[in-house]
Structure formats: C-alpha cells, structure tokens
C-alpha cells in the first residue's frame, strides 16, 4: 500500500516563505509525476505544481516566479518551496504521487492527507 506524509504547512505573514515535504512509501517499482494540488475553502482543487522522473516541471500561473517544486528521486520525495506568499495562497495542500506498484506492477495515483496553509497578517 503507497502511502505519503506530508508536512511544513502551517500560518505565515504575507511575504514570508513555508516549505512543504511529502514522502512517498510503501511498495513502490517506480514514480513518474509528483504534485501538489491546492484546495481553498469554497473552491475547487487546483494544480499548483508538478515534477516528472525527468525534471520536467509545471506550474500554476498564479505561483510562477514564487514557488519551486523539486524531489529526491532516491528518496521518493517531492518538496514545495513557497515564497513571497500571498492571502490568495491560503488552502490545504495536497501531495499526489502517480507510479508502478512492485512486483505487479500496476499503476497507482495516491493523495496526501493534505496540509493547511494559512497566509494572514
């Protein structure tokens, strides 16, 4: 059974900078794409930023410039760093993890138990 931890969300002033880890275990052949999706009260959950095996990154337009996603390919964990946070950036962060189980080889698509983010003067 795949299984992510997530941690580092918590309250921040705006402009100042959190940092959110989420790692990866249980059973894993290989990661492809990792994530992190943002859920703000009222609305509906959204990409924030992506990372594939390769590198290849992805971003929400409302975070470029702002925040940095990078993972531990040997450790099967994926960081968001965020800066010059904003009110608009209050949510509860998701960690999601896409890969191949061991042995059967399956493909898998896990959701974190998410995180809140609270950016508050």
């Known amino acids: 059974q795949v299984q992510l931890v997530e941690s580092g969300g918590g309250a921040v002033q705006p402009g100042g900078s959190l940092r959110l880890s989420c790692a990866a275990s249980g059973g894993i052949f290989s990661i492809n794409k990792m994530g992190w999706y943002r859920q703000a009260p009222g609305k509906q959950r959204e990409l924030v930023a992506s990372?594939?095996?390769?590198?290849?990154?992805d971003y929400a337009d409302s975070v470029k410039g702002r925040f940095t996603i990078s993972r531990d390919n040997a450790k099967n964990t994926v960081c968001l760093q965020m800066n010059s946070l904003k009110p608009e950036d209050t949510a509860v962060y998701y960690c999601?993890?896409?890969?191949?189980?061991?042995?059967?080889?399956?493909?898998?698509?896990?959701w974190g138990q998410g995180t809140l983010v609270t950016v508050s003067s």
């Open positions: 990372i594939t095996s390769g590198g290849t990154t």
């Open positions: 999601n993890v896409e890969g191949r189980r061991l042995i059967t080889m399956w493909f898998f698509a896990v």
